[in-house]
């Protein structure tokens, strides 16, 4: 074995123990981009191939990482990260859905300018193609001989339509126009699919923790819900819910099947498969929120539970919300067998979805420019990632756990038992720091001791500062 270990005098290992010996000092941050193989090799007098291999070695190590079509960052250290959150051990009951004061409180004001707001799971504002937008906005009211003033078809402008059914190629999707129904964001679009499958009374299972609005939908339909214990990295636990569902009679179930808001947790493609396969050879339907799917890190876009579905029972829904335009509040679901009856409530609910907004978003993904900004709004946010995690390593408590998202936008905080999360959120506004503390992912108040925050700003000494407050506030407590 000796013989392939790398001598001491390679100038390889030279070269990779100098930036390492940077990374130590925090001369070089997490997220910082490092000088390209050709930089690295004119600038140290090595040929391309040494240039490589100290990259190789510092990305073994795991203190860089390489970057498709952009090259390599420095990546925090494994021996300063926080462990894991646990497992979630949901109450063993299917439950009506109780709403707890605690959501109004947390987001009593979204646009407070004194307001350092780690509870908003969404993109910065600079994050997104503001002045292309805005000129799509101004072609398709030149364009339109009722300047976008009239209703559109119920079931969502054709060009729209049609290019989200282009974008569905990326996820292994192969739908058509006729597929799609568009609707007012994506909790429209969960609201009408949950009420297409579900009578009032039933019980359906969902992540847990999961999206508060998911438990006010639940809520608004009398429905009961079925908390399914849910693993930070590989998402819902697909053998409890095998066991649950004769035991509750679960009559459907919801998942966010990439990047769990607020976990984190991305489902593999194979477990996905597993579970659409399971749940089909019980007729039960499984909505799938994919609102998170294209803020993916990794270099592919993982798949769908649509992807697998053969049957017509998976009720895909997403939006471009957090992609594209939080305001425009366009979404949409690919209903399967049930886009029918869809489209009928729809009809009952709001008849005609945003018709300016729609014919912007299709004009501005007809010129291309939805992919560029996803590739530019994913480095960004993997950036954030990476600093939002270094800080928590190390200015929070040292029993402190924390998720590693590989997508999305948030970052699940597991505190010492001792600490309630909601006392902290209030002890936060105090220092005008918001954070989501962990009951309102629950439909019982249970995760006291956790809270979410959103890596959606980019990072800077504000954000810095807030998250020290935070660990110092923790740290009193104890």
């Not at 282009?166 to 597929?179: I, K």
């Not at 954000?463 to 506030?473: A, P, R, S």
Request: hydrophobic share 40%.
């Amino acid at each position: 074995m000796n013989d392939v270990l790398p001598k001491p005098d390679h100038k390889y290992n030279a070269v990779a123990e100098r930036i390492e010996a940077l990374i130590e000092k925090n001369v070089l941050k997490v997220g910082d981009k490092l000088l390209s193989v050709r930089a690295l090799s004119k600038e140290q007098g090595i040929s391309l191939s040494t240039a490589f291999q100290a990259y190789y070695l510092l990305e073994s190590k795991g203190l860089v990482e390489a970057r498709p079509q952009s090259g390599y960052y420095v990546k925090y250290s494994p021996e300063h990260v926080l462990d894991l959150p646990r497992t979630s051990e949901p109450p063993d009951d299917a439950l009506p859905v109780t709403i707890d004061d605690m959501i109004n409180s947390v987001y009593v004001d979204l646009n407070s300018r004194t307001l350092l707001n780690f509870s908003m799971a969404a993109p910065a504002i600079e994050l997104l193609p503001t002045a292309k937008l805005n000129k799509a906005v101004t072609h398709v009211l030149r364009e339109s001989k009722t300047s976008c003033l009239h209703y559109e078809h119920i079931q969502g402008n054709v060009a729209l339509r049609k290019q989200i059914a282009r974008q569905a190629f990326n996820w292994g999707g192969t739908p058509s126009e006729n597929d799609i129904v568009v609707t007012a964001g994506c909790v429209e679009a969960l609201s009408l699919c949950i009420k297409a499958i579900t009578n009032p009374g039933d019980a359906i299972a969902i992540e847990s923790p999961t999206y508060f609005a998911i438990f006010q939908v639940m809520q608004s339909h009398g429905l009961k819900v079925v908390e399914i214990p849910t693993d930070p990295v590989l998402g819902l636990d697909i053998d409890y819910l095998e066991q649950a569902i004769p035991r509750f009679n679960i009559k459907a179930c919801l998942v966010v099947s990439n990047f769990n808001n607020p976990l984190g947790s991305c489902m593999p493609d194979d477990r996905k498969k597993r579970l659409v396969d399971m749940l089909a050879k019980k007729e039960i339907p499984l909505i799938e929120d994919d609102i998170y799917g294209e803020l993916y890190f990794g270099k592919t876009r993982p798949k769908t539970c649509k992807s697998f579905d053969k049957k017509g029972l998976v009720l895909h829904c997403a939006s471009f919300s957090k992609s594209l335009a939080p305001g425009y509040r366009i979404g949409w679901t690919i209903p399967g067998k049930f886009k029918d009856k869809v489209i009928r409530l729809k009809r009952m609910h709001t008849v005609s979805t945003n018709t300016l907004a729609q014919a912007a978003v299709a004009d501005f993904l007809s010129k291309g420019r939805f992919e560029l900004h996803l590739r530019h709004l994913r480095k960004a946010l993997h950036t954030q990632a990476l600093r939002y995690v270094q800080a928590v390593c190390e200015y929070f408590p040292e029993d402190t756990c924390i998720s590693r998202p590989q997508g999305g936008f948030t970052l699940w905080i597991e505190m010492n038992k001792k600490i309630n999360a909601y006392k902290l959120h209030k002890r936060a506004l105090k220092h005008n720091i918001g954070i989501a503390p962990g009951q309102i992912f629950s439909s019982q108040g249970r995760f006291e001791n956790c809270f979410r925050i959103s890596y959606g700003e980019p990072w800077n000494p504000k954000i810095e500062e807030g998250l020290k407050t935070l660990g110092k506030l923790m740290r009193e407590w104890r």
